[in-house]
């Protein structure tokens, strides 16, 4: 199985930071790397796809990039809608695998 | 728009099968670009997917190796929908049950059912 690492596991900032998370798969997933945003009692939604692609509907603070193992996620400025947790996924094969997240907290 | 409605029974005894349904509207289980996925969420595991369905001029199943032996999902052409069995449930298997869909990634979820596996 490909194992995905995501840090910091969590994290606190404030309304107007920059943000990133990063995720590191254990071998090359190329692009095939998706963002989803939970929180609680919700399903997942996705935000970015194909690793950085911003998926309609999104704000455009989100920005994903990266390849190979090594994918950031970004927000740009930080809004108080933002605090959830954040989860990367790669496709590039079966089984589909999920990093452990990471909890952002607004201060 | 599509969308993704699951039903199926909270609470399953240790040792039976959990059996869940996912129903689509809007798009059809036999599309040839779609995939229909299983997938869990608790607080020991996070999210795990557990398998998907598909088809693509026939049918095809992946699963995860952690369930292969326990675990069929299937299509309902009939019913538009598709479904999760995994049988012999333990506690372990207590979990939040998603199905999700997408082209890319998963953009469509289901709402999620709660579990539990206990007597």
């Known amino acids: 199985d490909i194992q995905m690492t995501q840090s910091p596991s969590s994290l606190s900032a404030s309304v107007g930071d920059r943000v990133t998370i990063t995720c590191r798969a254990s071998?090359?997933?190329?692009?095939?790397l998706n963002w989803y945003q939970q929180k609680p009692g919700r399903a997942p939604k996705l935000l970015i796809y194909?690793?950085?692609s911003l998926q309609g509907g999104v704000p455009s603070r989100f920005s994903g990039s990266g390849s190979g193992t090594d994918f950031t996620l970004t927000i740009s400025s930080l809004q108080p809608e933002d605090s959830a947790t954040y989860s990367c996924?790669?496709?590039?094969?079966?089984?589909?695998?999920f990093g452990q997240g990471t909890r952002l907290e607004i201060k | 728009q599509v969308q993704l409605h699951q039903s199926g029974p909270g609470l399953v005894k240790p040792s039976q099968t959990l059996s869940l349904t996912c129903a689509i509207s809007?798009?059809?289980?036999?599309?040839?670009?779609?995939?229909w996925n299983w997938i869990r969420q608790s607080p020991s595991r996070g999210l795990e997917w557990l398998g998907r369905?598909?088809?693509?001029?026939?049918?095809?199943?992946d699963y995860a190796i952690s369930v292969k032996s326990r675990i069929i999902i299937n299509p309902d052409t009939s019913k538009n929908q598709f479904s999760l069995q995994l049988s012999s449930v333990t506690p372990e298997d207590t979990a939040v049950y998603y199905c999700?869909?997408?082209?890319?990634?998963?953009?469509?979820w289901g709402q999620g059912t709660t579990v539990t596996v206990s007597s």
């Open positions: 999700a869909s997408g082209p890319g990634g998963m953009d469509v």
């Open positions: 809007g798009d059809s289980v036999s599309s040839n670009s779609g995939a």
């Open positions: 369905t598909y088809y693509r001029s026939k049918w095809y199943n």
């Open positions: 071998q090359t997933i190329t692009y095939y």
């Open positions: 194909g690793a950085s």
């Open positions: 996924q790669q496709t590039y094969t079966t089984p589909i695998t």
